[in-house]
T-cell receptor
Framework: DQQVKQNSPSLSVQEGRISILNCDYT??????FLWYKKYPAEGPTFLIS?????DKNEDGRFTVFLNKSAKHLSLHIVPSQPGDSAVYFC??????????FGTGTSLTVIP | EAQVTQNPRYLITVTGKKLTVTCSQN?????MSWYRQDPGLGLRQIYYSMNVEVTDKGDVPEGYKVSRKEKRNFPLILESPSPNQTSLYFC????????????FGPGTRLTVL
C-alpha cells in the first residue's frame, strides 16, 4: 500500500507563474520529508527538505509547506522556469533510515 | 568529482541467470541504498545500509540480496532474476543516513526476458 501519494501525475504551468506540487501521506509516524527532482536519464537530485517540527521551509524559489493535521505537503516553485521541467518526487521517513517515495509528478513549464 | 557510479548502465538478461549490479561512491558516505523505479509506482526502496556489514530490508527486498563489505561499495545481487524485476534501478548514498541529502547514481536499466 502506497504510504506516500502524489495524485497528480502531471502539471503544466506557464513560465513565470507559480507551480504547486502536492503530496499526501498516510503514516502519522513520518517526521521528515524531502523533495527530489529527476531529469530523464539521470538519477534524482535533492531539492528541499522539511522536518515535522516546522511547517514551512524556503530555499530560493522553492518553498515546502507541511500540514501535519492533513498529512499533506506541497512544493511551491515561484517563479517557474523552463529548466524546472522535470519529474518531482516527494519522500518521507519515520525515525528510521527507510524511505518512502511518492509516484512522482511530471512538471512542464511552458516558455 | 564526488559521485555515485553504477555498472552496468543497461543490462538485458534471461530468467534465472544470476547478475550483480555494482554501486560505488567516493564521498566516504556511511549510508547507501538501492531503489527501483517503476511506472505508476515511483521509487521503492529495496535495501539500505548504515555501515559496513550492516544491511536492512526496505519496502521491496524480495528477490534481491546486497552486501556491504567495504564502505564505498554496495552491490545489488539478483540470484535468480525474473521478468517482474525488469525495472530502472538507482543506488544512492548519504553521509549521515536517510535524513541527510542522498546522492543518486545515474541508474541501471535492467530487462529480464
Amino acid at each position: 500500500d502506497q504510504q506516500v501519494k502524489q495524485n497528480s501525475p502531471s502539471l503544466s504551468v506557464q513560465e513565470g507563474r507559480i507551480s504547486i506540487l502536492n503530496c499526501d501521506y498516510t503514516n502519522s509516524m513520518f517526521d521528515y520529508f524531502l523533495w527530489y527532482k529527476k531529469y530523464p536519464a539521470e538519477g534524482p537530485t535533492f531539492l528541499i527538505s522539511i522536518s515535522s517540527i516546522k511547517d514551512k521551509n524556503e530555499d530560493g524559489r522553492f518553498t515546502v509547506f507541511l500540514n501535519k493535521s492533513a498529512k499533506h505537503l506541497s512544493l511551491h516553485i515561484v517563479p517557474s522556469q523552463p529548466g524546472d521541467s522535470a519529474v518531482y518526487f516527494c519522500a518521507a521517513s519515520a525515525q528510521s533510515n527507510q524511505f518512502y517515495f511518492g509516484t512522482g509528478t511530471s512538471l512542464t513549464v511552458i516558455p | 568529482e564526488a559521485q555515485v557510479t553504477q555498472n552496468p548502465r543497461y543490462l538485458i538478461t534471461v530468467t534465472g541467470k544470476k547478475l550483480t549490479v555494482t554501486c560505488s561512491q567516493n564521498m566516504n558516505h556511511e549510508y547507501m541504498s538501492w531503489y527501483r523505479q517503476d511506472p505508476g509506482l515511483g521509487l521503492r526502496q529495496i535495501y539500505y545500509s548504515m555501515n559496513v556489514e550492516v544491511t536492512d530490508k526496505g519496502d521491496v527486498p524480495e528477490g534481491y540480496k546486497v552486501s556491504r563489505k567495504e564502505k564505498r561499495n554496495f552491490p545489488l545481487i539478483l540470484e535468480s532474476p525474473s521478468p517482474n524485476q525488469t525495472s530502472l534501478y538507482f543506488c544512492a548514498s548519504s553521509l549521515l543516513g536517510a535524513r541527510d541529502t542522498q546522492y543518486f547514481g545515474p541508474g541501471t536499466r535492467l530487462t529480464v526476458l
